[in-house]
T-cell receptor
């Protein structure tokens, strides 16, 4: 079946880069997504990448996709304390049919 | 627009009690869904609806009922709550079509004793 795995926790200092990793199993996924969840809030779509792309950059965010290894990463440049949140990787054939990872809690210290 | 709203924010139930989690959206979205979020696990789809009068099961539907009598509302019913249903519940909505982003509500934290 489908499975999406992430490390549970990442701690960085303000100003450093953060890299959050994700592995997935379903090679038929059309889209791979990154969502951000702040405390007490719902999930917010950060960015997504089509499965036929290798990289996508959006301001401080860089998404890298290695289809051969089924590995997805999210790099946040110049990480700020406001980036502290839980980040979910998800895969699917559409925005509606998503399989979510376990989430990575990012803690940014001053 | 208020977006996706959920009530209540928090709820404590005793085993065997019933209750309804409310979800509403004011964006005229056809697609609505319910997820549960458990520690150490990703969100799992409970039920979804592609329009008024149409509902279908997701990955973990047992113990939950839904209905969709209007486009705006998609309530989730627990007929006989069990401790295994302790979780955070998220409602989401989107326009129909695979390229349309889902918008999530703020969640309801449910504890079943």
């Amino acid at each position: 079946g489908e499975d999406v795995e992430q490390s549970l926790f990442l701690s960085v200092r303000e100003g450093d880069s953060s890299v959050i990793n994700c592995t997935y199993t379903d090679s038929s996924s059309t889209y791979l997504y990154w969502y951000k969840q702040e405390p007490g809030a719902g999930l917010q779509l950060l960015t997504y990448i089509f499965s036929n792309m290798d990289m996508k950059q959006d301001q401080r965010l860089t998404v890298l996709l290695n289809k051969k290894d089924k590995h997805l990463s999210l790099r946040i440049a110049d990480t700020q304390t406001g980036d502290s949140a839980i980040y979910f990787c998800a895969e699917g054939t559409s925005f509606q049919k998503l399989v979510f990872g376990t989430g990575t809690r990012l803690l940014v210290s001053p | 627009n208020a977006g996706v709203t959920q009530t209540p924010k928090f709820q404590v139930l005793k085993t065997g009690q019933s209750m309804t989690l409310q979800c509403a959206q004011d964006m005229n979205h056809e697609y609505m869904s319910w997820y549960r979020q458990d520690p150490g696990m990703g969100l799992r789809l409970i039920h979804y609806s592609v329009g008024a009068g149409i509902t279908d099961q997701g990955e973990v539907p047992n113990g939950y009922n839904v209905s969709r009598s209007t486009t705006e509302d998609f309530p989730l019913r627990l007929l006989s709550a069990a401790p295994s249903q302790t979780s955070v519940y998220f409602c989401a909505s989107s326009l129909q079509g695979s390229d349309n982003e889902q918008f999530f509500g703020p969640g309801t934290r449910l504890t079943v004793l």
